[in-house]
Each structure stands twice: as C-alpha cells, then as structure tokens.
T-cell receptor
Framework: AQSVTQLGSHVSVSEGALVLLRCNYS??????LFWYVQYPNQGLQLLLKYTSAATLVKGINGFEAEFKKSETSFHLTKPSAHMSDAAEYFC?????????????FGKGTKLTVNP | DAGITQSPRYKITETGRQVTLMCHQTWSHSYMFWYRQDLGHGLRLIYY???????DKGEVPDGYVVSRSKTENFPLTLESATRSQTSVYFC????????????FGQGTRLTVV
C-alpha cells in the first residue's frame, strides 16, 4: 500500500528564510504525489502535484517540489518565507496501479514563520 | 453555488447516539472521501467511494457507516458515537483517480461527550 512519511511535525523559520518540508513516499512504482496546505479552521487546498511530466514542479504562492526517485522523496521548498505561509502542510500519495482510487495523507508539518 | 459543502459545521452529541454527517458536491465527481483529522495523526481515510453504490474501507472504518445512493451525496454515519470519535471530519471529492486534484469541504467538528 502506498504511504508517505513527513519528517518533522513542526518546522520554524524566520521570515525571508528558506522553507524546506520533507516528504518520502513508499511505493515500488513512482506514484502520484501532492502537497496540500491547510490554514487554520479551513479545509485543505492543493499547492502542487507531481504527474511524471517533470521532476521539478511549481505550485502556487512560490512553492515548488522536486521528485527524486533515487531518494523516494518529494520535498517542498520555498526560497523566502512569508508570514502568510504559516499553516499546516500535508504530503499525499495516490497510486498509479492498484489502489489508485485512494488518496492517502501524511501526518502533516506545521510551519511557523517568525518575524 | 458550486463546490463541496459539509453539514453541520459543528456538532455535539452524547455517547451512544447515532449521528450523521452530510457531504454534498455539485461537480458530479466520481470519487468521494471521508477523513478524520486528529492531532498527531494527520488525516486518516475512513471510507471512500468510486461511484454511486460503490464504497470501500479506508484506514479507520470501524464504527462508521457510509452510503452513496446519489453521486452528489456521501453521508457518514456514526452508529453509536464514542468519545474516541471526537474529531474534525473532512469530506473530499475528485473527478477521477490517480493524479486528479481533490477538493475539500470546510470540515465538521464533532464532539462526543
């Protein structure tokens, strides 16, 4: 079964610093991968998704993620953090073969941005 | 309005009572999902549905029942609520499997006392 592991339940950065949120997937076949963001008291919204067309994926709000098959990783980055980036971020996986109906999430990483 | 809506937004119920959480989407998406969100656990899949009258279990289905008689509705029922089911519940839908985006409702905060 596909799964994702997010390293670090809390990440704290200063405004203007690099944001790096880590996600590793578990699958013998490269799956479809997603990053979602959740602002307080809201549902989740899509930041970006990997679809095998390109290993570097650009999303909304200046975020991007790089798919690395050799490391089974799909880490999320942003060059310069903004206060408005404070939220919880979830990595998710959907299979390309059996089980592709499911969308399974990691445990989330809460990002704090300090002024 | 187009979108996915959950009702109620907040619910307090007593242990042992049956409670149903509603989810409605206007896009005619094939796939619908129910998740629960708990501190330290992220989002865990309860049930999902690939089409009307087709449902399947997720990671944590015990104590929950779903039905999908119409494409646009996917209610989640707690047959006999327990305190461990206190959580925030999210419904989501997506057009297809694989790499298609899922759209989420605003969530239902359920407290079982």
């Amino acid at each position: 079964a596909q799964s994702v592991t997010q390293l670090g339940s809390h990440v704290s950065v200063s405004e203007g610093a690099l944001v790096l949120l880590r996600c590793n997937y578990s699958s013998s076949v490269p799956p479809y991968l997603f990053w979602y963001v959740q602002y307080p008291n809201q549902g989740l919204q899509l930041l970006l998704k990997y679809t095998s067309a390109a290993t570097l994926v650009k999303g909304i709000n200046g975020f991007e993620a790089e798919f690395k098959k050799s490391e089974t990783s799909f880490h999320l980055t942003k060059p310069s953090a903004h206060m408005s980036d404070a939220a919880e971020y979830f990595c998710a996986v959907s299979g390309t073969q059996g089980g592709s109906e499911k969308l399974v999430f990691g445990k989330g990483t809460k990002l704090t941005v300090n002024p | 309005d187009a979108g996915i809506t959950q009702s109620p937004r907040y619910k307090i119920t007593e242990t042992g009572r049956q409670v149903t959480l509603m989810c409605h989407q206007t896009w005619s998406h094939s796939y619908m999902f129910w998740y629960r969100q708990d501190l330290g656990h992220g989002l865990r899949l309860i049930y999902y549905s690939a089409a009307a009258d087709i449902t399947d279990k997720g990671e944590v289905p015990d104590g929950y029942v779903v039905s999908r008689s119409k494409t646009e509705n996917f209610p989640l029922t707690l047959e006999s609520a327990t305190r461990s089911q206190t959580s925030v519940y999210f419904c989501a839908s997506r057009y297809d499997r694989g790499n298609t985006e899922a759209f989420f409702g605003q969530g239902t905060r359920l407290t079982v006392v």
